[in-house]
Nanobody
Framework: QVQLVESGGGLVHVGGSLRLSCAAS????????AAWFRQGPGKEHEFVAA???????DYADPVKGRFTISRDNAKNTVYLQMNSLKPEDTAVYYC????????????????????WGQGTQVTVSS
């Protein structure tokens, strides 16, 4: 069993930055694929970014060039650096993880992930 705890959310102005953290406990995280999803007001669950255990990375088109996903296996933590934030980035951001490798096509599918955090709110004000 893996427990995921997100942190780092908050209120930021347009153009600002935030760094989200997802701390994993319970297992050695280096063997897990991890991802960030978000759900904005009145919107569907949306893929944001993912990183496999082998460091293959994928981003959703709306965040490419602005967000960066990374991992520190020594700290069992995955990060999401968010720059140039826009009002449409306002959402609850969720961390997800699954043991083992995922093919590139499966990295962005919510159904690929077994473990989920509780979410952290990000609000971008204009």
């Amino acid at each position: 069993q893996v427990q995921l705890v997100e942190s780092g959310g908050g209120l930021v102005h347009v153009g600002g930055s935030l760094r989200l953290s997802c701390a994993a406990s319970g297992r050695t995280f280096s063997n897990y694929a991890a991802a960030w999803f978000r759900q904005g007001p009145g919107k569907e669950h949306e893929f944001v970014a993912a990183i496999s255990w082998s460091a293959t990375i994928d981003y959703a088109d709306p965040v490419k060039g602005r967000f960066t996903i990374s991992r520190d296996n020594a700290k069992n933590t995955v990060y999401l650096q968010m720059n140039s934030l826009k009002p449409e980035d306002t959402a609850v951001y969720y961390c997800a993880a699954v043991l083992g490798g995922l093919g590139y096509a499966r990295l962005k599918a919510p159904s690929s992930y077994k473990y989920w955090g509780q979410g952290t709110q990000v609000t971008v004000s204009s």
